[in-house]
T-cell receptor
């Protein structure tokens, strides 16, 4: 079956530091890959996505590249801010559309704390 | 933007009682609702998929008689944990999707933490 393995946290950084959160996956077929973020007291929000190999998803300074050869989708940001403190989830779905879009397999989540 | 309001955000109940969790889609029609649960320090696991007006489809290993899902309208889906036991204590999250919007965007609720004593 499908699985997603995320870098264990928590991760604590100083403001303006470089961030990497590793994510690798196991899947049959050609999954779509996602990063979701959850701020305290809020629901998960889609941060970025990539639907095919070598695609790069980007949003709010965050980036992740779909690497089929290494089955990875690592999240990076060049300079984090205090407001980036949240829980980050890597996820995959088996399809890019239809109901399969919502059938997500999640990683366990990584807590990021950024200090001023 | 689209919002899913999930209620209650936390609930404590006695073993043997039933608990209902509601998810309401605001500003959009959730033709499909996905229900997840998360154990401490573990991933979110998909429990079931429900389409408005239809019976829910449960993932393997999820007891449909234990976790009753109702999706009677385009803006409301409910999960009822029946005869709850301590092992049902978990974080339950719903997400709504409008299959006709073409946006392919899931909107998640903030989650409900259930503690069964």
């Amino acid at each position: 079956g499908n699985s997603v393995t995320q870098m264990e946290g928590p991760v604590t950084l100083s403001e303006e530091a470089f961030l990497t959160i590793n994510c690798t996956y196991t899947a049959t077929g050609y999954p779509s890959l996602f990063w979701y973020v959850q701020y305290p007291g809020e629901g998960l929000q889609l941060l970025l996505k990539a639907t095919k190999a070598d695609d790069k998803g980007s949003n709010k300074g965050f980036e992740a590249t779909y690497r089929k050869e290494t089955t990875s989708f690592h999240l990076e940001k060049g300079s984090v801010q205090v407001s980036d403190s949240a829980v980050y989830f890597c996820a995959l779905s088996e399809g890019a559309g239809g109901t399969s879009y919502g059938k997500l397999t999640f990683g366990q989540g990584t807590i990021l704390t950024v200090h001023p | 933007g689209a919002v899913v309001s999930q209620h209650p955000s936390w609930v404590i109940c006695k073993s043997g009682t039933s608990v209902k969790i509601e998810c309401r889609s605001l500003d959009f029609q959730a033709t499909t609702m996905f229900w997840y649960r998360q154990f401490p320090k573990q991933s979110l696991m998909l429990m079931a998929t429900s389409n408005e007006g239809s019976k829910a489809t449960y993932e393997q290993g999820v007891e449909k008689d234990k976790f009753l899902i109702n999706h009677a309208s385009l803006t409301l889906s409910t999960l009822t944990v029946t005869s709850a036991h301590p092992e049902d204590s978990s974080f339950y999250i719903c997400s709504g999707w409008d299959r006709y919007s073409g946006a392919n965007v899931l909107t998640f609720g903030a989650g409900s933490r259930l503690t069964v004593l």
